[in-house]
């Protein structure tokens, strides 16, 4: 099974300043049709997950542009450019690759400082 | 727009069998677009993907899980379901169903308590 590993595990960050989260997989990304299935959730306090971004970098349908994704292969980076007090919550990468499987990392906790 | 709602019992006796449905608006669940999943939260804990099922019926499942879980559709009411068995107190979480892990419903508190 694929394991996703993010850094870090907290994020405490200032309003108005980039924050960035890693996940690594335990083997690479790539699917036989050349795509990657790798996507970033949002959950903030007391709601459900929510997709930000898919396939590494596409944001996904009302997705404000200061969230951006990059990557490739088994590393994967996602940033938001300037933290807003909406922002605080838990954001989980996670694989779809061996879709319908998938498989989630631990979460990064971000919190205003 | 395509929602997700999910409904069935909070509370669960140890040893029973966890029934839940998910109501899919919106859109088709016949749908070759997506396949359907749910997914459970332990509270204060992370998420873990229990098993998806495509319209046409073929199922995936955690292998952590695949001995007690069963996941059906039902094309004609829209719906999904998940039935685990042999619940013990560490079944207890927020239930999540999902189309595609890409729309997610609100999910549903279920306890495993005598």
């Known amino acids: 099974d694929i394991v996703m590993t993010q850094t870090p595990l907290s994020s405490p960050v200032t309003l108005g300043q980039p924050a960035s989260i890693s996940c690594r997989s335990s083997?690479?990304?790539?699917?036989?049709?050349?795509?990657?299935?790798l996507s970033w959730l949002q959950q903030r306090p007391g709601q459900p997950p929510r997709l930000l971004i898919y396939?590494?970098?596409n944001r996904f349908s009302g997705v404000p542009d200061r969230f951006s994704g990059s990557g490739a292969g088994t590393d994967f980076t996602l940033k938001i450019s300037r933290v807003e007090p909406e922002d605080v919550g838990v954001y989980y990468c996670?694989?779809?690759?061996?879709?319908?499987?998938?498989?989630f990392g631990q979460g990064t906790k971000v919190e205003i400082k | 727009q395509l929602q997700l709602q999910e409904s069935g019992p909070g509370l669960v006796k140890p040893s029973e069998t966890l029934s839940l449905t998910c109501t899919v608006s919106?859109?088709?669940?016949?749908?070759?677009?997506?396949?359907w999943g749910w997914i459970r939260q332990p509270p204060g804990k992370g998420l873990e993907w229990i098993g998806s099922?495509?319209?046409?019926?073929?199922?995936y499942y955690n292998s952590s899980l695949k001995s007690r879980v069963t996941i059906s559709v039902d094309t004609s009411k829209n719906q999904f379901s998940l039935k685990l068995s042999s619940v013990t107190a560490t079944d207890t979480a927020v239930y999540y169903c999902?189309?595609?892990?890409?729309?997610w419903g609100q999910g549903t508190m279920v306890t495993v308590s005598s």
């Open positions: 999902a189309a595609a892990f890409d729309i």
């Open positions: 919106g859109g088709s669940i016949s749908s070759s677009n997506y396949y």
């Open positions: 099922i495509y319209y046409s019926g073929n199922t």
């Open positions: 083997q690479s990304l790539v699917h036989s049709d050349g795509n990657t299935y």
């Open positions: 396939k590494i970098s």
């Open positions: 996670m694989q779809a690759t061996q879709f319908p499987h998938g498989t």
